[in-house]
C-alpha cells in the first residue's frame, strides 16, 4: 500500500461510512471482528464488550505510520483504523437490534401502531422528526399510555435522534450556563442549541458534518471539528450531547484554558459514549453524574445520564 492509498483510506473513514459500507471494503477485517464479537457475546459479559472496544481503540491510536513508512506499516495501521470502527459500530447495530427484539419485532419492519404513534408525535415532536421541548407534566399522563415504549429509539436513531430533552432540563441548563459564552460541539442538528437560545442563552452550535447520510445540518451549525471550534471561540462552557464513544476530540475541551464548565448528556452505561479514558486521565476538572439533570432527558428507558465537569481552583486559591 502506497502513503496516497493510505491517506485516501483514512479521509474515507472520516466520513463515517456505515458498517455494510465498511464490511464490503474490508471483508477479511469484519471477518475478525465477527468472531471477536459473537464470542463476547456468547460470554454473556458486558464488562468485556467494553475492555474489546477500549482495546481496539488503543490500537488504533497506537500504531500511526510516519511518512514514508513502508507497505506493511501502512497496512497494519489501516486494518487496526477498520477494525476500530467496524467493532464501534457492530455494536451500535447490535445494541438497535436487541431493542428492537426487546419490543416485539423480530422481523419486518419497526413501527408504532396508530395510536402509540400519535402520542409520541404529540408528545415529542413539533412537526414529523422536528423535537420540541417535552412537558414533562404531559409526558408523566401520556407517556404509561403508550405500551410500544421500546420502539421509539430504534426508529429515530437513524435519523441521529439520540434522545429528548424536557423544558426543565433547558431551563435547568440555561440556569447553569447563565452569561457565560457557551459553545456545543458535535452539535448534530442542533437541537439542543435551538432550544436553548429560545431560553435566551447565547451559544454557538459546531459540527464536523460528519454524518450527512444521517442528520440534516442547518446553515447556522457552523461546520468545524470540537478542536477548530474550541480554538475560535475559546467558550467559558461547552456541551455536548451523546458523544461517539471513545472519540478522540472532548481531550481538547480539557486543555482549552477558557473552559470553565463541561456538560455532557449521554448514558448510564459507559460503553455507550464518550472518551472515559480522557475523562478520567485529565486532572483540570473534577466531575460527577448529575441525577437531577438526568431524569429530566428522556425516555427514561433509555438509560440517560448527565455528567458535569468543572474546573478545579488554581493550587493555592479556596
Not at 477500549?54 to 514514508?68: D, E, F, Q, T
Request: charged content about 25%; glycine content about 6%.
Amino acid at each position: 500500500m502506497k502513503q496516497a492509498a493510505y491517506a485516501k483510506a483514512v479521509e474515507w473513514l472520516k466520513t463515517k461510512p456505515s458498517l455494510d459500507e465498511l464490511c464490503a471494503s474490508y471483508p477479511k477485517e469484519w471477518a475478525a471482528v465477527q468472531q471477536d464479537i459473537s464470542a463476547i457475546v456468547e460470554s454473556g459479559r458486558a464488562e468485556d464488550l467494553k475492555a474489546y472496544l477500549a482495546r481496539v481503540s488503543a490500537h488504533a491510536a497506537s500504531v500511526k505510520p510516519a511518512p514514508g513508512s513502508r507497505q506493511a506499516s501502512l497496512e497494519t495501521a489501516l486494518s487496526h483504523l477498520v477494525r476500530s470502527r467496524m467493532a464501534h459500530e457492530s455494536v451500535k447495530k447490535l445494541s438497535l437490534s436487541t431493542l428492537a427484539s426487546n419490543a416485539g419485532a423480530t422481523k419486518g419492519k419497526l413501527r408504532f401502531n396508530l395510536f402509540n404513534g400519535f402520542i409520541a408525535q404529540k408528545l415529542l415532536f413539533a412537526r414529523e422528526l422536528e423535537r420540541k421541548p417535552v412537558s414533562l407534566f404531559w409526558f408523566r399522563l401520556l407517556w404509561p399510555l403508550v405500551w410500544q415504549k421500546k420502539r421509539l429509539m430504534p426508529l429515530v436513531q437513524a435519523r441521529g435522534i439520540c434522545c429528548f430533552y424536557s423544558r426543565a432540563l433547558i431551563e435547568a441548563l440555561a440556569g447553569m450556563i447563565g452569561g457565560r459564552s457557551c459553545l456545543e460541539i458535535a452539535a448534530g442538528d442542533g437541537t439542543l442549541t435551538r432550544f436553548l437560545k429560545d431560553r435566551g442563552i447565547q451559544l454557538s452550535a459546531t459540527d464536523n458534518h460528519g454524518w450527512t447520510n444521517a442528520v440534516t445540518y442547518p446553515e447556522w451549525v457552523v461546520k468545524l471539528d470540537a478542536r477548530e471550534a474550541l480554538a475560535t471561540y475559546t467558550p467559558e462552557v461547552v456541551i455536548c450531547s451523546w458523544p461517539p464513544a471513545e472519540n478522540d476530540f472532548e481531550r481538547h475541551v480539557f486543555t482549552t484554558p477558557s473552559v470553565q464548565l463541561y456538560i455532557v448528556i449521554g448514558s448510564r452505561h459507559e460503553v455507550a459514549f464518550g472518551n472515559w479514558k480522557d475523562y478520567r486521565q485529565q486532572s483540570a476538572f473534577d466531575f460527577a453524574e448529575d441525577k437531577k439533570l438526568g431524569a429530566l432527558v428522556l425516555p427514561p428507558e433509555l438509560g440517560s445520564a448527565v455528567y458535569v465537569f468543572r474546573r478545579k481552583p488554581p493550587a493555592g486559591t479556596s
